[in-house]
């Protein structure tokens, strides 16, 4: 019977000026970009926009983008005291709609036009 060795990765969660990393042994494997945003005619409070989602090739497929994603909620509703985050996913981007879906974001808008896409929202 053979042993496999076991090792635990060292996860890290950084978040600067305007930008959420998860590095796993210190290599950066994802990020997202985020602004605040101020009440509008969508929301009454402020709340939270991610763009440019994004796990790098080599490791894709891992789930470090939905561990990712759930550092990026805890990080919103724990230390910016913010409960709405949104972003926008092109219709045509099948696995991050799925990663959203299953990270209970909703459909807020739908748009068709040149670039089919949906604007998504999340509760926390």
């Given at each position: 019977?053979?042993?496999?060795?076991?090792?635990?990765?060292?996860?890290?969660?950084?978040?600067?000026?305007?930008?959420?990393?998860?590095?796993?042994?210190?290599?950066?494997?994802?990020?997202?970009?985020?602004t605040?945003?101020?009440?509008?005619?969508?929301?009454?409070?402020?709340?939270?926009?991610?763009?440019?989602?994004?796990?790098?090739?080599?490791?894709?497929?891992?789930?470090?983008?939905?561990?990712?994603?759930?550092?990026?909620?805890?990080?919103?509703?724990?230390?910016?005291?913010i409960?709405?985050?949104?972003?926008?996913?092109?219709?045509?981007?099948?696995?991050?709609?799925?990663?959203?879906?299953?990270?209970?974001?909703?459909?807020?808008?739908?748009?068709?036009?040149?670039?089919?896409?949906?604007?998504?929202?999340?509760?926390?």
């Amino acid at each position: 019977m053979k042993h496999q060795k076991i090792t635990k990765q060292l996860e890290k969660f950084t978040v600067t000026k305007n930008k959420f990393k998860l590095f796993i042994d210190n290599n950066l494997v994802s990020e997202a970009n985020f602004t605040i945003e101020q009440p509008d005619k969508w929301f009454n409070k402020k709340y939270a926009t991610l763009y440019n989602l994004k796990t790098f090739k080599k490791f894709r497929n891992q789930g470090f983008a939905k561990k990712l994603l759930n550092y990026i909620f805890q990080y919103i509703k724990n230390e910016l005291k913010i409960n709405t985050i949104t972003l926008l996913v092109y219709k045509n981007n099948i696995p991050a709609i799925n990663l959203y879906l299953t990270t209970n974001f909703k459909i807020f808008q739908n748009f068709e036009n040149d670039n089919p896409s949906f604007i998504l929202i999340k509760k926390l």
